[in-house]
């Protein structure tokens, strides 16, 4: 495998991590509040429909992550209040969120393009170009740097740049500001954060609402950044699989990033190295696209050593009087 080779997988890597980490920062931010939400791939799903729609219909794509983030927030708050407001099982919710988007994106989406529920494709118009990033021509020379900075750096979506902007930020404001020392505390100890004269049910709506904002970039990405428009059940998966690197990352921003990178590679690889011949033998192509899944599970299981969730998650609080 030459240097170059090495460089497209890598690049590879970054852009199918990019929805993952989305999800997983999303994740991170609800669970860290002590909301369990396993509804990240229905949350996907929709904004993904409705970003591939409007982004088909005006040739913006910019139109279109807005109308996937407010798809993706609606879901949140159907899901913040089932579980916060009425105190209803997490689970439950989310896996309603799941079945919701999964039907209504498909019926919509037929009933507005009679395409079988998919989006039309999207023209260069409808989706976001790739950037360019200054200095390119200039280090186009240099050993190593040049290629590293022209093939891996630039040339990605501005929604790449987002999600990788979006891992410091989330631990500046989880760790270094007073809004997300509270908003772990209500996933630790509610209580204490309601005697202190914090609202919990403000700040677990907040977390809900942050994770479907993130949501709705990540779905957003998949049909305007990724594909060219959206295809029925797109996200496939990729919402447990979040969640799964978010408990591989231990509900920490850094390590999340480089979990999710892990599954990007792989994917990349099963994408790349297909009908692989083994000694006469051809593996067919849907052993080579089940390889992520199932080498993310093992590596996961093998490796996560013991991880701790927030005390209080999946428990609706009920203050006392």
Wanted: with cysteine; hydrophobic share 55%.
């Amino acid at each position: 495998m030459d240097f170059l080779t090495v460089l497209q997988l890598l690049d590879s890597t970054l852009r199918l991590a990019t929805p993952l980490l989305l999800a997983c920062l999303a994740g991170l931010f609800s669970e860290r509040a002590g909301v369990f939400d396993i509804g990240l791939e229905g949350k996907m799903l929709a904004a993904a429909f409705l970003s591939g729609a409007i982004a088909a219909v005006t040739l913006n794509p910019w139109l279109g992550l807005m109308a996937g983030i407010l798809a993706s927030l609606g879901m949140a708050a159907i899901h913040g209040v089932a579980s916060i407001t009425f105190r209803g099982n997490q689970l439950i919710s989310g896996v309603a969120i799941n079945f919701l988007a999964a039907g209504l994106t498909v019926l919509i989406g037929q009933h507005w393009f009679e395409l079988g529920g998919r989006t039309p494709a999207l023209l260069s118009g409808g989706r976001f170009a790739p950037i360019t990033l200054p200095g390119v021509e200039l280090l186009s020379g240099v050993p190593i740097l040049g290629p590293i900075y022209a093939e891996l750096i630039s040339g990605h979506t501005i929604l790449v740049y987002v999600a990788l902007a979006c891992v410091p930020l989330s631990w500046w404001l989880l760790y270094r500001t007073r809004f997300g020392l509270r908003l772990r505390a209500v996933g630790e100890n509610p209580a204490a954060v309601d005697t202190a004269g914090v609202s919990v049910v403000g700040l677990r709506f907040a977390a809900v609402m942050i994770c479907g904002l993130l949501c709705g970039i990540a779905g957003a990405y998949l049909a305007t950044g990724l594909s060219a428009g959206f295809v029925r059940d797109m996200t496939a998966g990729r919402g447990f699989i979040a969640l799964a690197a978010l408990i591989f990352a231990k509900w920490r921003p850094w390590q999340a990033l480089g979990a999710t990178l892990l599954f990007g590679l792989l994917e990349a690889l099963s994408n790349r190295y297909q009908n692989i011949d083994l000694g006469g033998v051809v593996l067919p192509v849907q052993v080579m696209q089940a390889l992520p899944y199932v080498l993310t599970v093992i590596i996961l299981a093998g490796f996560v050593g013991k991880a701790i969730p927030p005390r209080a998650g999946g428990e609706p609080y009920v203050k006392e009087r």
